[in-house]
């Protein structure tokens, strides 16, 4: 089964920018980032189809995460500026294949304070 590996998070103050990446051990044909806060649920940030390139981000981070790719590669990039403390989280990326989101990565914290 594919697997996924993200890095890139780190600590940061409001406002600044991080770049996290998750590469995959395959090819997928679309991915979701997700992020959950300590003590909340999990929530989607962003999403992509591969082949197009169309994009979905949930209206809390619209206009400051960027969700991009490097198909050659078989990595997803998530471009998080204008961070708020809220941001704050462990990130995950997901694959989505038949209907659902199948392997998910390890994670990477992402601290803004």
């Known amino acids: 089964h594919v697997q996924l590996v993200e890095s890139g998070g780190g600590s940061v103050q409001a406002g600044g920018s991080l770049r996290l990446s998750c590469t995959a051990s395959?090819?997928?044909?679309?991915i979701g980032w997700f992020r959950q806060a300590s003590g909340k649920e999990r929530e989607g940030v962003a999403g992509?189809?591969?082949?197009?390139?169309?994009?979905y981000y949930d209206e809390s981070v619209k206009g400051r995460f960027t969700i991009s790719r490097d198909n050659a590669e078989n990595t997803l990039y998530l471009q998080l500026t204008s961070l708020k403390t809220e941001d704050t989280a462990v990130y995950y990326c997901?694959?989505?294949?038949?209907?659902?989101?199948?392997?998910w990565g390890q994670g990477t914290q992402v601290t803004v304070s």
């Open positions: 395959e090819y997928i044909s679309a």
């Open positions: 992509m189809g591969i082949a197009r390139g169309l994009a």
């Open positions: 997901a694959d989505f294949a038949g209907g659902s989101f199948n392997y």
